[in-house]
Each structure stands twice: as structure tokens, then as C-alpha cells.
């Protein structure tokens, strides 16, 4: 059983670009969500996907948005990157919404 | 809103001491998850505590959730370099399916 996977493993971006991450969800889960951590922080949720539809949000702004594609992996999609994006980003899958979520390694994106 | 206090931010300990770190709310959780964090890596799933007042161990490990379910501990006995990591606890949003996260406890086990 394949566990959850993201990429790439680091980005570097300048402020203003857009940036895509990856995400493929572990075998058997339709459920994703995204969090964005921070250096010294804990996870901050961005939004959930369930069975392809946004089934909640966090307080990110529009630039933030997000696919999730009928094999339910899944993109986390930034626009316009500001400075203070520079995070670790993490993709958890999960059975259901309520269900465990498990965790990828995340994409750590710089930006200059 | 939701929020989740951890403390201590930073323990730095030597092998074999006890330590207590705690999660705290001002907010009822209908649960709450333990999870530990490595370096390059997202966090793992420690244990989930949902009845008030509940008591769980993991070896070492010892979880209690706050009789008013606002609050949580993890204890650790016998402290191991491998128990170093950062320690999170989060729980459900009232109503929804966000998880909210505490900003962690940073644990340093020295041999």
C-alpha cells in the first residue's frame, strides 16, 4: 500500500509567479486536505476535498485554490506569491472527511 | 474562534527525565489527536482522545483529555533521543471539517 506522496520536494519561486503542488493520496482514501506550516508553526488548514468537490475552507485568500481529479489525487494551486507564502506545504488524505488523515512529506516552497 | 495553546514551546531534556506537555482551549473539542512531526517529513498520528476525562497510553507515552474536553497533556517517562520531534495536538472545528492545529511543542531528548 503506497502511503501519501507529494511534489516536488522543494520549489523556489519570486514573488508575483504561480506555483502548482502535487499531491497523490493514499490508496482508498477520497478525501484531501491541504495545510500550509509555517517555519516555528503548526498547520494551518487551507481547504478539504471530498470526491472532487471544495468541502471546506480555511482563511486563505482566492489566490489559494485547489483541484482534486477523479482518482482523487489532488493540486494545491497559489497565484500572485507574496513573500510570507514561503511554507511547508502538506497534502493529508483521509477514508472520509471525519476519518484519520495521514500525511504526505509536504513541498517546502521559497519565496524571494 | 478555535484556537489550541501548546506549552512548553521548547523542551530540551536529558535521557531518562519525565516530561509533561500540555494543550490547552478556551473552546470544547469533541476530540483531540496527538501527533508527532520529524524533520522533512508531515506528522504521524500519536492517538486520539474523545471521551472527557480519558486516559490513554502508548508505551512511554500517557495522554489524558480534560473532563471538560477543553484541554489535553502528554506525558512521556524515561525520555529517549528518539522521542525527539515536535509534538502537536489538534482538533475538529465546531461543525465542519477543518482541523486546527496548536503551533507545537518542540521536544530535544540529549543522550
Known amino acids: 500500500e503506497t502511503g501519501v506522496t507529494q511534489s516536488p520536494t522543494h520549489l523556489i519561486k519570486t514573488r508575483g509567479q504561480q506555483v502548482t503542488l502535487r499531491c497523490s493520496s493514499q490508496s482508498g482514501h477520497n478525501t484531501v486536505s491541504w495545510y500550509q506550516q509555517a517555519l516555528g508553526q503548526g498547520p494551518q488548514f487551507i481547504f478539504q476535498?471530498?470526491?472532487?468537490?471544495?468541502?471546506g475552507r480555511g482563511n486563505f485568500p482566492p489566490r489559494f485554490s485547489g483541484l482534486q481529479f477523479p482518482n482523487y489525487s489532488s493540486e494545491l494551486n497559489v497565484n500572485a506569491l507574496e513573500l510570507d507564502d514561503s511554507a511547508l506545504y502538506l497534502c493529508?488524505?483521509?477514508?472520509?472527511?471525519?476519518?484519520?488523515?495521514?500525511f504526505g512529506p509536504g513541498t517546502r516552497l521559497t519565496v524571494l | 474562534t478555535q484556537l489550541l495553546e501548546q506549552s512548553p514551546q521548547f523542551l530540551s531534556i536529558q535521557e531518562g527525565e519525565n516530561l509533561t506537555v500540555y494543550c490547552n482551549s478556551s473552546?470544547?473539542?469533541?476530540?483531540l489527536q496527538w501527533y508527532r512531526q520529524e524533520p522533512g517529513e508531515g506528522p504521524v498520528l500519536l492517538v486520539t482522545v474523545v471521551t472527557g476525562g480519558e486516559v490513554k497510553k502508548l508505551k512511554r507515552l500517557t495522554f489524558q483529555f480534560g473532563d471538560a474536553r477543553k484541554d489535553s497533556s502528554l506525558h512521556i517517562t524515561a525520555a529517549q533521543p528518539g522521542d525527539t520531534g515536535l509534538y502537536l495536538c489538534?482538533?475538529?472545528?465546531?461543525?465542519?471539517?477543518?482541523?486546527?492545529f496548536g503551533a507545537g511543542t518542540r521536544l530535544f531528548v540529549k543522550a
Open positions: 489538534a482538533g475538529g472545528s465546531t461543525g465542519g471539517f477543518k482541523t486546527i
Open positions: 476535498y471530498y470526491r472532487e468537490e471544495e468541502n
Open positions: 493529508a488524505s483521509s477514508f472520509s472527511a471525519y476519518n484519520e488523515q495521514f
Open positions: 473552546s470544547v473539542f469533541s476530540s
